[in-house]
């Protein structure tokens, strides 16, 4: 037990000496699926970079993404108590809560600018979204479901970017093994350092 309590009091010391960033990142996102059309979609939320020195650091945040495809091909789905064949698709939206959490590198091209890479995993829960089934009719003929995917869940992810002066730009790959549609989004990220 004391060894838990004086490990809580040195990684509290480390983090108050250390010069803590903190980033407001925004961009789209685009999922990535074999069968499916990809419509843009959009991730906002923030990054903290906690240096373990003035090349490596610890990152992790907060972070909201939404995701969209759009899928043609035939599938039968038991609507109102009868088999009905959509052959025209569907349209999936989703909604993620993620918590990040990396070590990342940054390497100095210049005084004001710096080349980044980070490797991790995160974990996410789901929001929300929907799946809209296109009948054979037309577009006007919609069937709203409610939305698989697994409540909670995670992945990995990878990125790289540029920071210059205070603006960051950059771009990061997500991939979930668990039963998500879709399992890979890339994201753009544009942000500013506090």
């Not at 004086?6 to 108050?16: A, P």
């Not at 759009?70 to 609507?79: A, C, M, N, R």
């Not at 108590?81 to 909604?95: A, E, R």
Request: with cysteine.
């Amino acid at each position: 037990m004391k060894k838990i309590i004086l490990s809580i009091f040195l990684s509290i010391s480390l983090i108050v000496n250390a010069q803590v960033d903190c980033y407001i990142l925004g961009g789209t996102s685009h999922a990535i699926n074999l069968y499916d059309l990809t419509q843009p979609g959009f991730n906002f939320g923030a990054v903290i970079n906690l240096p373990f020195s003035k090349t490596w650091s610890f990152q992790t945040g907060l972070n909201y993404n939404f995701v969209s495809t759009d899928s043609d091909w035939p599938t039968s789905e038991l609507v109102v108590d009868k088999m009905v064949s959509f052959d025209s698709g569907v349209i999936y939206n989703y909604s993620f809560i993620e918590l990040p959490a990396s070590i990342a590198i940054g390497i100095k091209l210049s005084e004001r600018s710096k080349l980044k890479f980070n490797l991790g995993g995160y974990f996410s829960v789901f929001t929300g979204g929907k799946s809209l089934y296109r009948s054979p009719e037309g577009f006007s003929k919609y069937v709203l479901l409610a939305t698989w995917t697994d409540p909670v869940g995670g992945g990995f992810l990878v990125g790289t970017g540029f920071e210059i002066n205070k603006i960051y730009v950059g771009m990061e790959v997500n991939y979930s093994p668990e039963s998500y549609n879709p399992n890979t989004v890339i994201k753009t990220k544009f942000g500013i350092k506090l």
